[in-house]
Structures are given as C-alpha cells and as structure tokens.
C-alpha cells in the first residue's frame, strides 16, 4: 500500500494530499534556508503562533457575516493578518526597546498563542462552534481536504518559491554580509520584510497540512540537513527544497498508507530522518566523516613523531606509535627502524628542520601558519622558495 501512495494509485483526496504536501515542503525548504543562514530560526516559531488569533477571529467573523465559518481562503486570510500583526509587533520590540530580539519573540509568541486559545475556548460554546474543528489548526488535518483547498495550498507554495527565485540575490547578500547589502543601497530592513513575509506566507499556506506547530520544523530542518551537504548557498536553497518536497512526499504516503496516523507529524518525522542521516554520513560535515578524519590525523601524527624519534635515535615508548611503525613496516618490534623506516625517518627529520627555517624566516610567516605536523611543505611553498629555504641548510647524506 505504501508503493502505491507513493505512486499516487491511492485514490483522489490521497494524491490532493500528497501533491500538495510536495510542493508545500519545497516551498519551505527553499525560504527555510534563507531563514537559517540569517540566524533568524525562531522569528518563524513567532509567525507561527501568532497566526491562531487570526484563525479563531475569521471563524467568528464569517459566521456573523452568514458565511460558512470554516471556509478555508478566509481561515487563511485571517492567520495572514495575524501573524503579520505579531511581526510587525515583535520588530517594534526590538527597534524601540531595550529587549532582545528573543525576549521580544518570546513575549509575542506566548500573547498571541494565549489569545488564540481563549479564542477556541470561545468559540466552542457558541452555537456554530461546536464541530468547528478549528484545533486541526494546531497540528495540522488533511482529513477531508478538497480540491480547493489544495489548490490553495499548491497555488501559494509556487507563488513563494517564485518570490524566492527572485529575491535569492538580496537575501543571500543579507544573509552572509549585511553591512554590505547596506552599501549596496539594498534596505536591511526591507529585506528582512520580504524575507518574513514569504515566511508568513509559507506558514499559513502550511496551517492546514503541518499545523502551526510543525511548520518551523518544516522550514528549518531540510535547510540545516542540507546544509551538511554543501557549502553553496545556491546548492543548499536547491537541496532544501528537494528535501522539503521528498520528506512531505514520503510522510504523506506513509500517512495514506495507514490512515489513522497523522500527515503533519509523519512529514515532520520523515525530515528528521534525513537528517539524523545527514548528520552521520555526510561527506564532509558528518560524524562518521568527521571521526575517520580525525582517526586518520592521529594515526598521522603517531607515525610523524614515530619518525622522527627514530631519526634522532631515540627510544618509543608510546605503544600505539610502536604498533604503528610496525604495521606500515617502519620498524621492528624492538623498536629499531627498518631500511625503509630509516629513509622514511631521514626525510621526516629534514622536512621537520625546513619547517623550523620557514617558521624563523619573516617572509614564510604566513605560510608556516599552516604547520601542523602533517602538512608537508611543499603543499605550502612554491619550489623557487623550498629551494631557499634548501639552500640556507646543508642536506645530510641520509636524505634519499
């Protein structure tokens, strides 16, 4: 059943949901990125709860009005106006009081939230508020979903992933150097504007699948998975929102699969799969990468030391030097250098004493910054310079 949902022979409303969470979760990824390369994660989790005022008021003014009070385009309509309020609250905190950036997010996000949930309470004693169902809100319900609705949500994820196509320039310059997009007449304020109103703008697209809880997950974690994977910010933006599409497209299925499991927290959890996957066997900025790398440098660094305690004649002590040497056949287990451990050792010790020039030598100051007991120096210097560095030392008859 999962293949089938997978590929979309599940029914209608099963592949409204899932084509909808796909291009949700790409339009997530992609303005996340831009969101965490600003440092600015949690001015997200303030849009986010900040829109439930906004859901409970425009369910109590369409009723009023005669209005079918969970009409989906005014729900929507109605978080828009309230998140947007609760921005607009948590910059005014910041630029006209002493508070921090995450004290005033702090102060907004529970006010707003708080307000919201009263506001439930409310409506739930009304006489059109019973089955209401505007708690799915919370933590998001495709249930039931219709076409409209996920038209809605596949209009307004493409309408941000084009804004983001057209404003990644700006907010790539913000991201990484502000005081130059200052210089460069690009408005500080007003990009950090654009780039919280496509966040806005993906929350309340995301209400209705993820909820107003998990959609921070959703913006966030594909765009810090991807950022394992590289270190351009135009592959990251890509990467995110190929993550963001394949965890909602993958969450999504599982959820038709086994339709008493919930679609929001599946995606969620599909994102946090990958990176947990990430996070371990990335190439470059994984654990597993990283500690074989550093296994490889001790090793490094044992049989460098080795080395040159053999070249000087000195005796090892160390265990695991010894072992080393022995294994990559530079030394026998009493310690004594082999033929090719003495040749090994003799340019250990002359590239050591060319290090010790270059380190003394005030025009190779910025090259023997490099030193670190493994890098040889030809890696560093051109040949014109090793040869000067050659010519101020006799070298010994040992060096093969």
Request: hydrophobic fraction near 55%.
């Amino acid at each position: 059943m999962f293949f089938e949902a997978l590929t979309f022979q599940l029914g209608y409303n099963a592949t409204l949901v899932t084509i909808g969470a796909m291009l949700l979760g790409i339009a997530a990824g992609v303005t996340g990125t831009f969101l965490f390369l600003r440092k600015r994660a949690l001015v997200s989790d303030a849009i986010a709860h900040a829109t439930l005022p906004g859901v409970g008021l425009a369910f109590i003014v369409l009723t009023a009005l005669g209005f079918d009070g969970r009409w989906l385009p005014g729900l929507l309509a109605g978080s828009a106006l309230s998140a947007f309020l609760g921005l607009l609250s948590v910059q005014w905190l910041v630029s006209r009081t002493r508070l921090s950036e995450d004290a005033a997010i702090g102060s907004v996000l529970s006010a707003f939230f708080a307000f919201g949930i009263v506001l439930l309470t409310v409506i739930q004693t009304l006489p059109s508020g019973g089955q209401a169902g505007l708690e799915s809100f919370l933590l998001g319900s495709t249930a039931g979903m219709i076409f409209s609705d996920a038209a809605l949500i596949a209009v307004g994820g493409a309408l941000v992933v084009a804004l983001v196509v057209l404003f990644r320039r700006p907010m790539t310059l913000l991201s990484f150097d502000p005081n130059f997009a200052e210089a460069r007449g690009m408005g500080q304020s007003r990009i950090d504007l654009i780039m919280m109103g496509l966040v806005l703008g993906v929350t309340v697209v995301g209400l209705k699948v993820v909820g107003l809880i998990m959609i921070v997950a959703l913006l966030i974690i594909p765009a810090v998975t991807a950022r394992f994977w590289s270190d351009r910010s135009d592959h990251v933006v890509l990467a995110a929102g190929g993550l963001g599409g394949l965890s909602a497209w993958i969450g999504a299925a599982l959820s038709a699969s086994a339709p008493d499991l919930p679609t929001g927290p599946l995606i969620v959890l599909t994102a946090f799969g990958f990176f947990v996957l990430s996070l371990l066997l990335a190439p470059a900025r994984g654990l597993v990468s990283s500690y074989l790398r550093h296994r490889r440098f001790q090793r490094g660094v044992h049989i460098r030391q080795g080395l040159l305690s053999l070249a000087q004649g000195l005796p090892i002590y160390e265990p695991l030097t010894l072992r080393l040497l022995k294994s990559e056949g530079l030394a026998r287990p009493d310690g004594v250098a082999t033929e090719t451990g003495k040749a090994r050792a003799a340019r250990a010790h002359w590239d050591e004493k060319r290090w010790e020039i270059a380190r003394a030598t005030p025009e190779y100051e910025l090259a023997a910054a490099r030193y670190d007991g493994l890098t040889r120096l030809e890696e560093v210097l051109t040949p014109d310079q090793i040869a000067d560095i050659d010519g101020r030392m006799a070298r010994p008859e040992a060096v093969t």
